[in-house]
């Protein structure tokens, strides 16, 4: 592989650098895009901010008209006992107590009034909130239509009526001051009423984004997400169908691509806080986009059809030793595959096939001999008093036991047979078409060389000797565990008759 990078050390060097400039290609576009993003975001808030500001100067217009100012001024200035402006059907429009307004008057000296019972810009004596007052419902006309009401009472628990003429004259006195008062607050109302009804938010609005450039919309949202004043009067009153807005965000509307900035803006007269949403027309960042795009798609392009060139050359010449050195892996893999299927299916200590192993090789050779009406035959082999080998000389010793019985097992095989290691000092051979006549020979082969020679282990003699039970197929054989039980059944008949012999069930 080194020769091969030395061979075509200039065309890798030439597809590196193409793909290098690929991809300062595709980061110059991603950092370019950023940048217009960014840019856009930050006049986005710009714009956002100088309409809060124009906004905000509006209301700032508008507060010296207000009607509630007016009230609350008044009431504050002369400490009026009650001050509130009602529409002409009783609803409290504006009070010198914020928690009736909308509510509509219910006063026993209105009702009156309403009708007909009492007239309309005159004084009246009664007692409200346990207090003695003097009170006026006098009438504010627009265009001679009737269109409020201010409702006026005086604290005049300090003037005793029954004491003489000098508090009649006070009276009198604070009924002419009364009256001048409300005449000046007459013209006022009704030039802060011309004005209002003259002067509209959303008209403020449209008026500024036509005068503005790329402006497309602009929407005041009230707490609960509803349109409280926009640009497009269709708007007003809608509430917003996407909830949780982000900040800033491009948008598709009517596909046409919009930036969307929504920042936090004046208070309402209710101290309601309220958000400024604007639309800027994102055509020319779009525009900007696609060029971007377009310079890194094309370099993207070039680079590709050099790194394809290249690889076409590189490809060629390597094709040859990467299909020899896949053979080379593949032939390994399967060596490797080969050495741990015969792992996980031998026994560690003796070599010998493992229980796991013989038990799926007993049911392969029964099927078969059943299918093919062969002869089997099955061995099962048990060391005589192997505990004793164990707790005599150690455990050690009994592995150096299993392990040479194990051998010379193995050098009585024949070709077809299977050897395993079924627990602990049993040894099971599977011995296929095989009778049992000739199955009892090979055991007593086996036997005899288990006994033939002692096993020698650190300086010590141990002599050992094997009870073997045999079993054959017969017609009545439903599975191999059924042979199996009979093998080891004729194996506790050669522990019970002696040990160290052969016996057949």
């Known amino acids: 592989m080194i020769s091969l990078v030395k061979k075509y050390t200039v065309p890798i060097i030439l597809f590196s650098l193409v793909v290098g400039i690929a991809y300062l290609s595709y980061y110059n576009y991603k950092t370019q895009k950023g940048l217009l993003l960014r840019q856009l975001h930050n006049n986005s808030l710009n714009v956002a901010s100088s309409v809060s500001s124009a906004i905000e100067r509006f209301h700032d217009i508008k507060s010296t ?22 529409e002409p059907d009783g609803t409290i429009r504006n009070s010198m107590f914020k928690e009736e307004i909308g509510e509509v008057l219910s006063s026993k000296s209105f009702l009156e009034t309403t009708k007909g019972k009492r007239k309309l810009n005159s004084f009246s004596f009664e007692v409200r909130d346990f207090v003695e007052v003097m009170s006026i419902y006098y009438p504010i006309y627009l265009n001679e239509k009737l269109v409020g009401i201010i409702d006026l ?58 005068s503005a450039k790329n402006i497309v919309e602009v929407s005041i949202i009230d707490p609960q997400e509803n349109i409280y004043a926009s640009s497009d ?15 800033s965000s491009m948008i598709e509307i009517e596909g046409k691509l919009r930036y ?29 986009e696609n060029r971007l795009l377009t310079t890194a798609t094309v370099t993207a392009a070039i680079a590709l059809l050099f790194a394809l060139f290249t690889s076409r050359l590189i490809y060629f010449s390597a094709l040859e030793q990467s299909r020899s050195e896949k053979e080379r892996l593949e032939h390994l893999v399967k060596v490797r595959t080969r050495e741990i299927e015969l792992l996980s299916q031998t026994d560690s200590l003796t070599g010998l096939w493992n229980r796991r192993h013989l038990e799926e090789s007993l049911e392969s050779e029964f099927k078969r001999a059943k299918r093919y009406n062969k002869e089997l035959s099955i061995m099962i082999i048990d060391l005589d008093y192997f505990k004793n080998i164990n707790d005599t000389y150690g455990h050690m010793a009994g592995d150096e036991v299993l392990r040479e019985v194990s051998s010379r097992i193995k050098k009585c095989q024949r070709e077809t047979d299977f050897i395993g290691r079924y627990g602990g000092e049993e040894i099971v051979i599977i011995l296929p078409e095989t009778d049992l006549h000739t199955a009892s020979k090979v055991a007593e082969t086996i036997r005899g060389t288990i006994e033939k020679e002692p096993v020698e282990f ?33 194996l506790y008949n050669a522990k019970k008759l002696g040990r160290n012999r052969v016996e057949v069930f």
């Not at 008209?65 to 009602?86: A, C, G, P, T």
């Not at 009649?168 to 000046?184: A, E, H, P, W």
């Open 65 to 86: 008209i207000n009607l509630q100012k007016l009230v609350n001024d008044v009431s504050f200035r002369l400490e009026i006992f009650e001050f509130r402006y009602l």
């Open 153 to 210: 009472a005086v604290d005049i628990s300090e003037y005793n009526l029954q004491n003489g003429l000098q508090d009649n004259f006070s009276i009198l006195r604070r009924q002419v001051d009364i009256q001048n008062l409300l005449k000046s607050m007459d013209g006022s109302i009704t030039n802060s009423l011309a004005i209002l009804t003259k002067t509209n938010i959303n008209d403020f609005l449209r008026a500024y984004i036509e």
């Open 233 to 247: 009067s269709k708007l007003v009153a809608t509430k917003l169908t996407n909830r949780n807005l982000p900040d």
């Open 260 to 288: 969307r900035t929504i920042i936090d803006s004046h208070e309402h007269d209710n101290n309601e806080k309220m958000k400024l949403m604007l639309l800027i027309d994102a055509t020319t960042y779009l525009n900007h």
């Open 458 to 490: 650190e300086e010590e003699t141990i002599i050992i000797t094997a009870s073997i039970g045999i079993s054959s197929l017969r017609s009545e054989h439903e599975n191999y565990a059924t042979l199996f039980s009979e093998a080891d059944e004729a």
